[in-house]
């Protein structure tokens, strides 16, 4: 039953750590983290992103433009792309790392200390690339609600809002974050049993203590000599 919940656990942190995986990359290269509506152009809407500025109109249509210098960015999508491509490459070694300690696998299977060992590892990395992702959107959303309630800027100047790929970020986050917690969960807190040639091996012995030319043990024959004097009957 142990090994039995200890592969549940391994398998659903592996499902969840690689869905906030997919999602982190897919939020890194949508162009809608922030949102801008015109009152005064209802039929007009801007979307930002960390690569490119997009406007959408009704009559012509999605129109994107790619910005044209990282250094001239605001200093919260700077650093979001470095975190999130960061993120990225945490995320790919986890699952590497952790797939080779699952118990489900042959390969090493009794070095569970080992594959132990791995699954600690992966786990971690799932955390770091967990807050790289949590990180930058925390912040642009951050910034964002500052610029929104900004006093010194005029009520006639439009403010960006929260964009989908904000939502989409912060689940991926967590989702990276959860499935981490479940695989280092599934490595310290249950113990796999020991694989059943042991067992049996240990078994053998203990059943069958005899030599390798097939004549029994000094302890066991001296045991059944005992056995036949204390038997045998007494002469007078």
């Known amino acids: 039953m142990a090994l039995v919940l200890r592969v549940v656990m391994q398998f659903v942190g592996l499902v969840l750590s690689v869905l906030g995986w997919v999602l982190s990359m897919i939020t890194t290269y949508l162009p809608h983290w922030k949102n801008l509506n015109l009152e005064l152009n209802e039929m007009e809407n801007w979307t930002l992103g960390l690569w490119q500025a997009c406007v959408v109109r009704d009559e012509v249509g999605r129109q994107c433009k790619d910005f044209d210098s990282f250094l001239a960015l605001p200093v919260e999508l700077r650093v979001s792309r470095i975190l999130m491509f960061l993120s990225h490459g945490l995320g790919l070694l986890g699952l590497l790392v952790s797939g080779s300690g699952l118990d489900c696998l042959r390969v090493g299977e009794r070095q569970r200390e080992r594959k132990k060992r791995l699954l600690i590892l992966g786990g971690v990395l799932f955390w770091t690339a967990g807050v790289g992702v949590l990180v930058p959107v925390s912040w642009v959303a951050h910034v964002t609600v500052q610029e929104f309630w900004d006093e010194t800027l005029p009520e006639v100047v439009p403010r960006w809002e929260f964009g989908e790929a904000l939502f989409l970020g912060w689940f991926a986050g967590f989702s990276l974050l959860l ?55 007494t002469v007078l």
């Open 179 to 233: 499935g981490g917690c479940l695989v280092t969960w599934a490595a310290c807190c249950t113990q796999a049993p020991l694989a059943a040639g042991r067992h049996a091996g240990g078994d053998t012995q203990a059943q069958c203590p005899c030599l390798e030319n097939g004549t029994a043990a000094p302890k066991a024959r001296l045991g059944q000599d005992q056995g036949a004097l204390f038997s045998a009957p």
